[in-house]
């Protein structure tokens, strides 16, 4: 089994930022894909980042030139950096890996969340 554990939300003002950290624990024999999602209020759940294997990354339009998604030293975690963030970046924010684990078998595992509100 695989869990992922982010951290790093918080009650930020606008034009601030946070780094928010998704590290994976389990039987992982490889990730291919780590992403970031956020989810409001009354709304679907948004892909926000996405990070490859072999270094590619795509952001929705709505944070380009703000976030970056990046991996740590320790290949099992990614960060997202957001900049200057807006009131309408608060959100629920959930990594996503999609990973082979030990057995060969693949398979996307989801973290519980970190909630991350920009307000004055």
């Known amino acids: 089994q695989v869990q992922l554990e982010e951290s790093g939300g918080g009650l930020v003002q606008p034009g601030g930022s946070l780094r928010l950290s998704c590290a994976a624990s389990?039987?992982?024999?490889?990730?291919?894909?780590m992403s970031w999602y956020r989810q409001a209020p009354g709304q679907q759940r948004e892909l926000v980042a996405t990070?490859?294997?072999?270094?590619?990354?795509d952001y929705t339009d709505s944070v380009k030139g703000r976030f970056t998604i990046s991996r740590g030293d320790a290949k099992n975690v990614v960060y997202l950096q957001m900049h200057n963030l807006k009131p309408e970046d608060t959100s629920l924010y959930y990594c996503?890996?999609?990973?082979?684990?030990?057995?060969?078998?693949?398979?996307?595992?989801w973290g519980q969340g970190t909630l991350v509100a920009v307000s004055s």
């Open positions: 996503k890996y999609d990973v082979v684990d030990i057995t060969m078998v693949s398979g996307e595992f």
């Open positions: 389990g039987s992982i024999f490889s990730i291919n894909i």
């Open positions: 990070l490859t294997s072999s270094g590619n990354t």
